[in-house]
């Protein structure tokens, strides 16, 4: 959803890129420094977050990271770098590093076990759902309430409010598993129609 919009910060994340640029940075590498912040981030969470300066921690390096995944993509765009290995580097390493925060959740005790395994799996789903009908020529970004932008998005928040209520980061994952089983749905009927209308069925 969020990606609809993404034209508005455009701006903001190519003069971000110029400074990285000039630091010497590749796509590939501040791709690299946004997954070490998130397995940052995850390993606070396995903590349990006991103490305000842990759950400060963990959103600067929940921000910081994100920015950083944002960045690297319109590093690609505006030097020309854009390659299929990056793609790949950057969509491996985002799946990987949203497996670590969930476990990380459950493992500090934050997020009951079952609840973690169910944000995961559906968020994993939902990458998996646009990836494998983009081979069908369907096109899917946008379509949903739930891509990788709201989920963090929605964890950012609710971890800043875990300073004040710990059952915020457990709602927060709530809405995550439940967002984003209704984007597989909604991903789902979207494709139906499309492949419907050009007479093809599903495999």
Do not use: C
């Amino acid at each position: 959803m969020l990606s609809k919009i993404q034209y508005l910060v455009e701006g903001h994340f190519q003069l971000t890129a110029g400074a990285f640029n000039k630091a010497g940075f590749t796509p590939d590498s501040v791709t690299g420094l946004g997954f070490l912040l998130t397995l940052v981030a995850s390993l606070l969470y396995s903590t349990g977050l006991g103490s305000a300066w842990l759950v400060s921690a963990t959103v600067l390096a929940l921000l910081v990271g994100s920015y950083f995944d944002a960045v690297d993509g319109a590093m690609a765009r505006r030097y020309h770098k854009i390659s299929k290995m990056g793609g790949i580097l950057d969509s491996v390493l985002d799946r990987v590093g949203e497996t670590a925060l969930y476990t990380g959740l459950a493992i500090g005790g934050l997020v009951l076990g079952w609840l973690s395994l169910w944000a995961l799996s559906a968020s994993l789903m939902v990458s998996y759902v646009r990836a494998r009908v983009d081979v069908e020529g369907v096109k899917l970004k946008g379509v949903g309430l739930a891509e990788r932008p709201e989920r963090l998005l929605i964890l950012l928040i609710s971890t800043i409010l875990a300073a004040f209520n710990t059952l915020a980061l457990e709602f927060g994952v709530v809405l995550v598993a439940v967002l984003s089983t209704v984007t597989i749905i909604e991903r789902l009927y979207r494709t139906r129609l499309v492949l419907s209308g050009s007479g093809r069925g599903f495999a």
